[in-house]
């Protein structure tokens, strides 16, 4: 093969085969940051030890994301809708769950003395209004 560059008369270097994985160590005895890792469609999944878990969640105790970060977070999901799929099966997740006493009261005191706006009341109206002439015609 000719060469062009005066390097590869100094350096020589043996030809490479890229499929030759023999000096490659296996996957499965990698081991990375107090945990064990997996290789999946050449993508290293790294799984932590409860240990671990438990000293990351410790760290991050108290942290919170600064506003400047809580705007960028809330413009990137501006404008995302979720598919109809997804809406149904919250919907059936959620249909006749039964709620503790406890858990209304918490509900019932958390949104006692918070005022609606003018236009919550008249939409909320509106709705009312339509359900009702969508019943009266329903069952006639």
């Known amino acids: 093969m000719p060469t062009n560059s005066y390097l590869d008369d100094i350096f020589p270097l043996p030809p490479f085969d890229f499929n030759d994985t023999s000096d490659h160590e296996p996957y499965e005895n990698v081991h990375q940051f107090g945990g064990w890792s997996d290789k ?55 249909r006749g769950q039964k709620r503790t006493a406890e858990v209304r009261k918490k509900m019932s005191i958390s949104s006692t003395g918070i005022k609606q706006s003018p236009e919550t009341i008249a939409k909320r109206i509106a709705t009312r209004k339509r359900n009702k002439e969508l019943r009266i015609s329903l069952a006639s």
């Open 40 to 94: 999946i469609h050449g993508k290293i999944i790294y799984k932590h030890t409860e240990e671990t878990k438990k000293r990351l969640s410790e760290a991050h105790k108290g942290m919170h994301h600064t506003n400047k970060t809580r705007e960028k977070m809330s413009k990137s999901h501006t404008g995302s809708t979720q598919s109809p799929e997804t809406i149904e099966k919250r919907a059936i997740k959620l």
